[in-house]
């Protein structure tokens, strides 16, 4: 950003004159700002909306000289006070106005962040490229900078330059890609965004700003100058304990919370980020939940998306509240002892036209080619992890989320999806790779990039993805070949539990594999097991509705189903309204149906999640191994003709829980269940209990042993077994 020593004079001025009032001026401060003349220095501004214009010189305000009927001043001579002060009428309102003229400052952005960005290897983008409140020469002001190699001209404009791109130009760093411009005297809270110049085209593009902080309330989409940062953070406790937090042996039970539809006041809006603390918070405490994860709320134009077709990839949508608003909720949970997972969409984004799609008239975060670049099944176009300014765009935004809001885990959504360049594509509408193959390299070196950047800079911060195939080592180091992910979504076993569960209890019997062939896996990652959103919309009904029989059977099932979940190896994740027990699919536009409470079922439904949350976290059998073949046994997984399953889990200690589920509703007395130790046993838990709504039967007292070995085990107890219904045991003397 080098400005001329002398001014273009001559048929040289005449085209930079030209180029500037066409809006096609490539280098601005060429032309605009202070130059040395012989006699001095000349100052020549840009300013169309004045009538006249002086400029603040040590011996008082001198008037500049109208060169052009658009607005163009100059002045020429000694003791110009440098940064120069300019005093200008209001052309319309003959309001006089004073502001230092952007022309007058030099760049700030270092050749350094520069060739980091350019090389994929900035994780901090965010405080080089957006628009930052900072002060150049003793001046406040705002430093907007943005990357767009393929522009010939971009400019900022606003409400304070009425939105004419001629106004403020912006500079290239030269080959870098990146335009910045110092704009003094800006109120917080302005709108703007980029008029972009296609080198290519010649188009004229209205982009908003893809490092912005905050946006206006859709439908609108413009940037907002933002306010500084002042938030004093209260959560020292928490981040010093999760530098040190042992996850793969701690308990995990996470409570996955759309913000716009958990709750909402009467007349329809909105909770608010502060509204939302205040009720959320006490209910996870009360629910037993260990984390919340939050669908994406980085800002997104389409209520109906979830936030998952995001176009502000560092800014918390306004919908709820404003970026303080939203540390304060994070701040909040983890002084409850709460933590904070949000979703995260690096694999695609939407086409609208004000956002990242062809963002300088040329595919530039996207591929050229929609056979790469493009996805059918959404309607969006994907990231193109092979430029090396995209990679350092994503990997700063998952540091933004992680370092400015002390955000506790990030779920990358739809990983399946960018590791295959054939995913959900036919034959002729993909690429192969340099290998021909079917792998999406660039997406696994950036998958490993960002997960080593996370696990690195964050330590104790989780990684999970919802990936839905047999990809190796997801949830194994990047150093040792995998992806890096702390865990991964279980869709297997979701998927195969929630297929066995439609059946009809008679049917059961013939698909028992369904039940058991997930421990043939479970250990080649460290998973965690969804009932996620994903299952409870478009068609696939609730899971209350995806049980069979009448009423009350469907509740026992669902009962059951949560029992089997909280007591299988993995870590837990449930949608909300689960633990309510919904008859009717989840929809964005409304709360969920807290006045089922009143019935019975329903609040028998929570009372049994609020009491398996409980006991899963103070159960160190039922969590600690969670990823290790030492943790979980079978005790019988045979018995096909019953639909009945039973097994242990185990701590480090030794000690261990006995669970026994019954898939039919037939009462099974005298049952006989082999046991790993001669000891009393005792039933601490019953999704049939009377608390619960079921119909009570168990085995209240003690539980002696027959001194009878059984089912391979040391010995066996007989028990009762409730109608589709799950048990848990333990001795008595722990």
């Not at 279980?490 to 028992?512: A, E, F, Q, V």
Request: with cysteine; glycine share 8%.
């Amino acid at each position: 950003m080098k400005s001329l020593s002398f001014p273009f004079s001559g048929s040289a001025e005449d085209s930079a004159r030209s180029l500037l009032l066409a809006g096609r001026l490539y280098n601005p401060c060429s032309f605009l700002g202070m130059h040395s003349v012989p006699n001095g220095k000349l100052v020549r501004v840009f300013q169309p909306y004045m009538s006249r214009v002086w400029l603040r010189t040590l011996s008082g305000y001198q008037l500049m000289r109208c060169v052009h009927q658009d607005g163009i001043f100059e002045w020429e001579g000694e003791g110009i006070m440098h940064p120069y002060l300019l005093r200008m009428e209001n052309a319309s309102t003959k309001m006089i106005e004073e502001r230092h003229d952007p022309y007058a400052f030099p760049a700030q952005i270092s050749g350094h962040d520069l060739y980091l960005f350019n090389e994929g290897r900035l994780l901090q983008a965010y405080r080089m490229l957006g628009a930052h409140q900072v002060r150049n020469h003793g001046v406040t002001g705002i430093r907007f900078a943005v990357w767009a190699p393929n522009a010939e001209r971009i400019s900022v404009v606003g409400d304070f330059n009425h939105w004419d791109g001629r106004v403020c130009p912006m500079t290239v760093h030269d080959h870098s890609g990146v335009w910045e411009l110092f704009i003094p005297d800006l109120p917080e809270g302005a709108v703007y965004k980029y008029e972009i110049r296609s080198r290519i085209s010649g188009e004229i593009l209205l982009k908003t700003d893809p490092y912005a902080n905050i946006y206006e309330l859709r439908p609108n989409n413009a940037a907002l100058i933002p306010a500084e940062q002042k938030y004093n953070w209260n959560d020292d406790d928490w981040m010093a304990r999760r530098k040190g937090w042992d996850w793969l042996h701690a308990p995990l039970n996470i409570y996955e919370l759309h913000v716009g539809s958990w709750k909402r006041h009467p007349d329809g809006r909105f909770y608010s980020y502060q509204e939302l603390a205040d009720h959320l918070i006490p209910y996870l405490q009360d629910m037993g939940y260990s984390h919340v994860e939050l669908l994406p709320i980085s800002e997104h134009p389409l209520d109906e998306s979830w936030g998952y077709q995001t176009t502000g990839y560092f800014a918390v949508t306004s919908r709820y509240g404003s970026p303080e608003a939203f540390m304060s909720f994070v701040d909040r949970c983890h002084q409850a002892g709460i933590g904070v997972i949000l979703d995260w969409v690096p694999a695609h984004f939407p086409q609208d036209s004000f956002s990242l799609a062809r963002f300088d008239g040329t595919a530039l975060y996207e591929h050229e080619d929609p056979r790469l670049g493009y996805h059918h099944d959404w309607g969006t176009y994907i990231f193109n992890y092979g430029r090396n300014e995209v990679k350092s765009f994503l990997l700063s935004s998952a540091h933004y989320w992680l370092s400015i809001f002390h955000i506790d885990g990030l779920r990358v959504d739809a990983v399946a999806s960018m590791l295959y360049l054939n995913y959900s594509r036919k034959e002729g509408e993909w690429l192969p790779n340099r290998y021909g193959g079917h792998e999406n390299l660039e997406a696994i070196e950036f998958l490993r990039a960002l997960n080593t950047m996370v696990h690195g800079e964050f330590p104790g911060a989780l990684t999970f993805a919802e990936e839905s195939t047999s990809w190796p080592a997801v949830s194994r180091p990047a150093y040792l070949g995998g992806l890096g992910f702390s865990m991964k979504w279980n869709m297997g076993w979701m998927n195969d539990t929630l297929d066995y569960m439609r059946h009809d209890p008679i049917h059961r019997c013939y698909h028992h594999n369904e039940l058991t062939f997930n421990q043939l896996y479970a250990y080649t990652e460290n998973f965690v097991l969804p009932f996620s959103h994903d299952e409870v919309v478009h068609g696939k009904k609730s899971l209350l509705d995806k049980m069979p029989g009448d009423g009350w059977q469907k509740f026992a099932n669902l009962r059951l189903l949560f029992t089997y979940q909280m007591t299988c190896p993995g870590k837990k994740i449930n949608f909300m309204g689960n633990e309510l027990g919904q008859g009717h699919e989840w929809r964005v536009g409304h709360e969920l149906d807290w006045y089922l409470l009143e019935r019975g079922p329903h609040s028998g439904m929570q009372a049994l999640m609020r009491d398996l949350n409980h006991l899963y976290l103070n159960t160190p059998a039922l969590y600690e191994l969670d990823f290790f073949t030492e943790g979980f046994s079978w005790i019988d997984c045979h018995d096909v003709e019953q639909s009945v399953i039973s097994y242990q889990r185990r701590a480090r200690d030794g000690s261990f829980m006995l669970i026994v589920l019954n898939f039919t509703p037939v009462p099974r007395t005298g049952y006989c269940v082999g046991v790993p130790e001669s000891r009393i046993y005792q039933e601490v838990f019953n999704s049939d209990s009377v608390h619960y709504h079921g119909s009570n039967i168990g085995n209240p007292g003690k539980i002696n042993p027959t001194r009878q070995p059984w089912s391979d085990q040391l010995d066996s107890i007989i028990i009762t077994l409730p109608p589709l219904a799950g048990i848990i045991l333990k001795t008595a003397d722990d």
